[in-house]
């Protein structure tokens, strides 16, 4: 066969780009006695992708053994499953209140020369403080009503004393 004609076919091969009737035009080459010495090296690949070609599959191949058998995980209560939502929901919680943190660790500096504005800002500032302790404070009182509620259904236990 033509010494360049096999060479552009090898290149070509290496590369990807052969059609399937030039594969077999350089596997008959590599199939013939008549190989120059440049091509030798590759005559044993060529070859074996012959041989490995040929080969079949027995009937009996398998890719999963059939000994083996699946096992399967079964969340067997639905404490679990509970118990699973609670440690996703404090994650979340605890991540998002970190995240709030890290927003709030800024603060704008502003540097003030004159009195009236220094007074007016202060001001500002403990009337944003106040009222800000004024919802915790309310919140709290709400939250103590209701357990005061909660006490007059509970029975208390009487005392061994009296």
């Avoid at 190989?35 to 041989?51: A, D, G, V």
């Avoid at 080969?55 to 995980?73: Q, R, Y």
């Avoid at 699973?84 to 500096?109: D, L, P, R």
Wanted: hydrophobic share 35%.
């Amino acid at each position: 066969m033509d010494y360049k004609k096999i060479q552009n076919l090898l290149e070509k091969y290496w590369e990807g780009n052969t059609s399937i009737q030039e594969e077999n035009i350089l596997q008959e080459y590599f199939e013939s006695n008549m190989i120059e010495k440049e091509h030798l090296p590759y005559q044993s690949f060529f070859l074996f992708r012959k041989k490995e070609r040929n080969k079949k599959i027995s009937s009996d191949f398998s890719i999963v053994p059939k000994h083996e058998t699946v096992k399967t995980i079964h969340i067997r209560s639905k404490k679990w499953l509970a118990a699973a939502c609670i440690i996703f929901i404090s994650g979340f919680f605890i991540w998002t209140q970190h995240n709030n943190t890290e927003k709030e660790k800024f603060a704008n500096v502003i540097e003030i020369n004159n009195k009236e504005d220094a007074y007016a800002i202060t001001l500002e500032t403990l009337r944003f403080v106040s009222t800000k302790l004024n919802k915790g404070t309310s919140k709290a009182a709400e939250k103590i009503d209701k357990v005061k509620t909660i006490n007059r259904f509970i029975k208390q236990p009487k005392d061994k004393n009296h």
